[in-house]
């Protein structure tokens, strides 16, 4: 099969048939250029969609993935990152050994089918000149033996004309012989340009036309092969990200079978435990027995004052345990004595770290100047020693701060350590909030008293007292007795009392004090006789009155 003996008459068709085979390639170019975006805005999507879910840098979101459910989910965003690569990889190739070469292919396609056809159409214009040149001596042969024919018919009438002079008939017989030799000549030539032309039209029908018929149809065959192998990158383009895909969702299978219940039951345990224990049973009191009421060990009141009774959760409650305060929502202390022991320890501790990682940064960066200084010494072309004095000297303030700010929180911290109870004395204690005392003839005035935000203290001091509980269900069974006030103290900063068990003060007003700091860092103070409660010792000067009895 040749297009240049079976198409030998179909010029025109193959112009528009190779020229549609171009406009099928860049077509297809311009599908594999759209399916390239579609990746990218896809990869971009993807990548959006990832960092859109990942956890803020120091925030309390980012403490969330400690779980290993969000340890989980935070693996998936990552490998949906990793997914979304595959996917620009996918776009880049394409790009690169797809659309470029074809691009390059089709210029080069462009230009041979322009050449091949441009040599048709000088073949074509060849014989065309061929078959003119043909037709014009076939004319002029015609015309001169039509000449011819005239001629000799005029000489045969002259010659047959008596009339006539014998110079005329010599003249006409002259000019027959002439137009018979002139149809001769055009004769002759006429015959050799059809001859020349019979030749040239075989040349063209079978040579000249097949051979650049053959062109085009290799050029066509090549242009098709070429779409061919292009479908088939298409496709291995693809296939070579399916490994790596794979392994993305691999990544997420494994990440989900990590997933740890049991572990992130005991990341809440570890995250939200106080370090109190549950309270005992609270005692029946009756009523209807003499109002001398003796209180148990386990009971959840918390008596301050002398012989005054309060109920640890109830109306006009003055002492309040920690499961029943409500979360401060005010600025947060700095040794933060507003959370429970557990916690505090914790956030302590936290705190700790990062200033001995703040010391360990300055002093690498003094260490960095001190050898910098060095080699300024060394090589005084390099730069002015003393002038690393004044930043090298403030690094040493920072680190000393940093210092003097580590050893106060390390203070807190072995005193919060301190005062949490041991394992072992668990069976011992019976809650961790307070330790009562059960027997009423030992003279104590020992409290395990948590402050209004909840801080843990122990203190111990003498006075003979017996603890009684009092109920505060109804109005009608309150009948305590405001504490005597021991001085008096003077606000030095406004504190917004937002707890049960504080109150409100304004700078520079003046209160009454009612029980003094016992260690918890609160003061007690009273306002009038409905408004009293606690106040951090570091916001009031106190005045005591000399005369008071300390408990």
Known sequence: MSWGIELWDQFDNLEKHTQWGIDILEKYIKFVKERTEIELSYAKQLRNLSKKYQPKKNSKEEE?????????FLATLNEMNDYAGQHELISENMTSQIIVELVRYVQELKQERKSHFHDGRKAQQHIEMCWKQLESSKRRFERDCKEADRAQQYFEKMDADINVTKADVEKARQQAQTRHQMAEDSKTDYSSILQKFNHEQHEYYHTHVPNIFQKI???????????????????????????IIGKCLDGIVKAAESIDPKNDSQLV???YKSGFEPPGDIEFEDYTQPMKRTVSDNSLSNSRGEGKSELKFGGKSKGKLWPFIKKNKGATPEDFSN???EQRRKKLQQKVDELNKEIQKEMDQRDAITKMKDVYL???QMGDPTSLDHKLAEVSQNIDKLRLETQKFEAWLAEVEGRLPARSDQARRQSGMYEAQNAPSVNNCAQDRESPDGSYTEEQSQESEVKVLATDFDDEFDDEEPLPAIGTCKA????EGQNEGTISVVEGETLYVIEEDKGDGWTRIRRNEDEEGYVPTSYVEVYLDKNAKDC
């Not at 969330?64 to 989980?72: D, N, V």
């Not at 050029?219 to 296939?239: C, F, H, P």
């Open 378 to 380: 060394k090589n005084p």
């Open 64 to 72: 969330e993935y400690r779980y290993t459910a969000c340890q989980a």
């Open 339 to 341: 959370l429970p022991p």
């Open 492 to 495: 030095l900063y406004t504190f």
């Open 217 to 243: 149809q290799e050029m066509e065959e090549r242009r098709i092969v070429r779409i061919g192998e292009s479908v088939k990158t298409y496709a291995e383009l693809d296939r070579q990200v399916i490994p």
């Open 269 to 271: 345990v570890e995250a």
